[in-house]
């Protein structure tokens, strides 16, 4: 079953792929469109969750996804036009590590897809190449909350504990001007939406030839997340301004 599928419906009850609710993501986008009227650019937008708050919170906003998923990004056109802030919104089927910006952004987002480009520094590094002077960032990762196993990082990736990954951020050359870290409730709430949401849509639809491995990989993440990384692995999404040119 094509991955890009499987996260589709896996998300299609919790559209922010990332463990944040609703109120963390209105709090945060809240903190970063001050003015209220700020060109806004999400490299991984999937079905522009994030852009789809920000346009209809903030009625002079303007914003951009980009994203290969062409069928996530059918769903952020359909919700823009149910929502009518489609005016308001360009979206660009595109490897995000590719783009290009004709004009930079106020607020350059990319909360939870920092694998696209490699990492945390790699994605800091390609943002600042569309941040306008004085622009601020949102980027969410993860982090250790404890010592990990060897069998968690090779399950989940080379990750830094808090404090060394906001020190690295800071030695790159930004400020964190606030943060936010997913609580133990957003995350529960994230994982049994993930893993729940992939295992009903496979038992309500078995005649589909991906049923089965819609249900083998609901049941893969449970196990993962509640013999693994549940409690051990933490989110952190920082709002962040250039501190040096």
């Known amino acids: 079953m094509d991955r890009r599928r499987i996260s589709r419906i896996a998300h299609s009850d919790h559209p ?21 009227d700020e060109r806004v650019l999400d490299l991984g937008c999937g079905e522009g969750a994030w852009l789809l708050r920000a346009l209809a919170d903030h009625p002079k906003v303007t914003a951009e996804g980009v ?8 769903t952020a056109a359909r919700t823009a036009a149910a929502l009518d802030v489609a005016g308001r919104m360009v979206l660009h089927e595109q490897d995000a590590r590719l783009h290009t910006s004709a004009s930079p952004f106020d607020l350059v987002l990319s909360v939870g897809a920092t694998h696209a480009f490699g990492g945390l520094a790699a994605t800091l590094s390609a943002v600042r190449e569309h ?45 964190p001007v606030y943060g936010h870290i997913s609580t133990r409730q957003e995350w529960e709430a994230y994982e049994w939406s993930w893993t729940g949401s992939l295992a009903a849509w496979a038992l309500d639809h ?36 250039r501190t040096t040119a």
Do not use: C, K, N
């Open 16 to 36: 922010v792929a990332a463990p944040l609710d609703d109120a963390s993501v209105r709090g945060l986008l809240d903190r970063a469109l001050r003015r209220g």
């Open 67 to 74: 994203d290969i998923d062409a069928a996530a990004l059918d």
């Open 131 to 175: 941040l306008a002077p004085g622009g601020h960032v949102l980027v969410g990762d993860g982090f250790w909350e404890e010592e990990p196993t060897p069998a968690l990082v090779e399950m989940l990736g080379d990750f830094d504990d808090l404090p060394t990954t906001v020190d690295r951020v800071v030695a790159d050359g930004w400020t």
């Open 206 to 241: 078995p005649a589909d030839p991906d049923s089965g491995q819609a249900l083998d990989a609901a049941a893969r993440h449970r196990t993962e997340w509640l013999h693994g990384y549940r409690g051990t692995f933490g989110f952190v999404t920082l709002l962040l301004r």
